[in-house]
Nanobody
Framework: QVQLIESGGGLVQAGGSLRLSCAAS????????LAWFRQAPGKEREFVAA????????LHADSVKGRFTISRGNAENTVFLQMNSLKPEDTAVYHC???????????????????WGQGTQVTVSS
């Protein structure tokens, strides 16, 4: 059973920072892309950022570009999301996701990801 475990969420004031972490249960997942999505109440799940399996390519949504940075850890089954200059509209549950495809390209659609973590709540107060 694949497991993705997120941590690092919390309550922060606007302009603050948080760092989210996600660990996959198997090292073999170093050959798969990892991504972060978020879902706010009443809204659809939204792509935030993704990192390619080798860690040498990333993609960030326009809404977070320049503020958020995704990276893979030295243990390549881990991924981080550094979130700076947080805004109230960043409030959501953030989910880590593992791609369906072995050594594939970065994809934005949630349906391209086979495994999901339960999520960690990020709340940004104004």
């Amino acid at each position: 059973q694949v497991q993705l475990i997120e941590s690092g969420g919390g309550l922060v004031q606007a302009g603050g920072s948080l760092r989210l972490s996600c660990a996959a249960s198997e090292r073999a997942f170093s050959n798969y892309n990892l991504a972060w999505f978020r879902q706010a109440p009443g809204k659809e799940r939204e792509f935030v950022a993704a990192v390619r399996w080798g860690g040498n390519s990333t993609l960030h949504a326009d809404s977070v570009k320049g503020r958020f940075t995704i990276s893979r850890g030295n243990a390549e089954n881990t991924v981080f999301l550094q979130m700076n200059s947080l805004k109230p509209e960043d409030t959501a549950v953030y989910h880590c996701a593992l791609s369906r495809y072995f050594r594939g390209t970065i994809l934005l659609a949630a349906g391209e990801y086979a495994h999901w973590g339960q999520g960690t709540q990020v709340t940004v107060s104004s």
